[in-house]
């Protein structure tokens, strides 16, 4: 038994950077500097969401996870509080096809959230968390290591070597896609009693509240966005979705002590948010679909077919 919970805790060493830097060359190599451009001149749309994600979403859904503490069992409210700081999800990208948004109003505002994050991160978590110590210098060294980097090498790649690029994102999305499936196995495997606990606790309830309130403030800075979005549920997906490898990598410089559970309650959020945002995803694009007179095949309905800009 000994032995297998060390083999899963060396796997998921493995697998989150692998699932990070795998996501974030994808990312890059998808998303062209003209994204970048063409969402920061929207000024009106970037402090809309840069504010929902990085104001109100932090501070209310931490001072909720303080509220709550008594239902949240050992350090299981520091990784709410850590995924609740991490925002621009590579996974965003899919979600957004799903739901038939027009593919620079995910990938822009995903782009500026990631960079808002590698900047955010190090500086406000170590101030939130009250029973984990990280520190901000190592944060912003492995976030820039293992996020940024490979993102600007995959925005430099798809510049200089335009028609390999395809490819390259799609290699680089099944490393991720299948890092992704590894770091959940190993989390919830090497800590399986901890999170049958977790299943049959409040903590579930916690998990969906803190959901529904980014998907709520996602929703409102939608409605308060500028020209560049015409699709005003799409910051509301963009925000539901936290950024689980940011989390993850923050959450693995800190002290060993319950280390464990807070790498739990990351990858259960993120789950949690999975669940409630791909039936809301295949249900607006379905609607969406069927308005704009398209055929709607399962293909089409799960964003992997068809154009990007869809």
Excluded at 148 to 159: C, K, N, R
Excluded at 235 to 255: D, H, K, M, Y
Aim: charge should be neutral; charged fraction near 10%; hydrophobic fraction near 55%.
């Amino acid at each position: 038994m000994e032995t297998l919970e060390a083999l899963l805790g060396a796997l998921i060493d493995i697998s989150v950077p692998a699932f990070a830097i795998a996501s974030m060359l994808s990312m890059g190599l998808r998303t062209p500097l003209r994204a970048f451009r063409a969402q920061l001149r929207d000024r009106r749309t970037v402090l809309s969401v840069l504010g929902a994600n990085f104001v109100v979403v932090p501070a209310v859904g931490t001072l909720l996870i303080w509220l709550l503490a008594d239902l949240l069992p050992q350090q299981t409210g520091e990784g709410f509080v850590i995924a609740l700081c991490a925002a621009g999800a590579p996974f965003v990208l899919q979600l957004g096809a799903m739901a038939r948004i027009p593919y620079g109003e995910t990938a822009g505002p995903m782009a500026v959230l990631l960079l808002g994050s590698i900047a955010f991160m190090p500086l406000v978590v170590p101030f939130l968390l009250r029973d984990v110590e990280v520190h901000g210098w190592s944060v912003a060294q492995l976030l820039l290591g293992t996020m940024l980097s490979p993102m600007i090498a995959g925005i430099v790649i798809a510049a200089v070597w335009p028609t390999r690029a395809d490819v390259l994102a799609r290699t680089s999305g099944s490393v991720a896609a299948v890092s992704a499936v590894l770091m959940f196995l190993s989390g919830f495997g090497a800590n399986s009693g901890f999170v049958l606990e977790l299943l049959l606790s409040p903590v579930m309830l916690v998990a969906a509240g803190l959901v529904a309130l980014a998907f709520a403030a996602g929703r409102i800075a939608g409605d308060l966005a500028g020209h560049s979005l015409t699709v005003p549920d799409g910051p509301a997906i963009l925000t539901s979705q936290r950024n689980i490898a940011a989390a993850l990598l923050v959450a693995r410089t800190g002290a060993e002590d319950g280390n464990g559970s807070i790498v739990v309650a990351i990858l259960l959020l993120s789950a949690v948010g999975f669940v409630m945002l791909v039936p809301y995803a295949l249900g607006s694009g379905y609607l969406r679909r069927r308005r704009a007179g398209e055929r709607a095949s399962l293909g089409v309905l799960l964003g992997v077919v068809g154009p990007k800009d869809d």
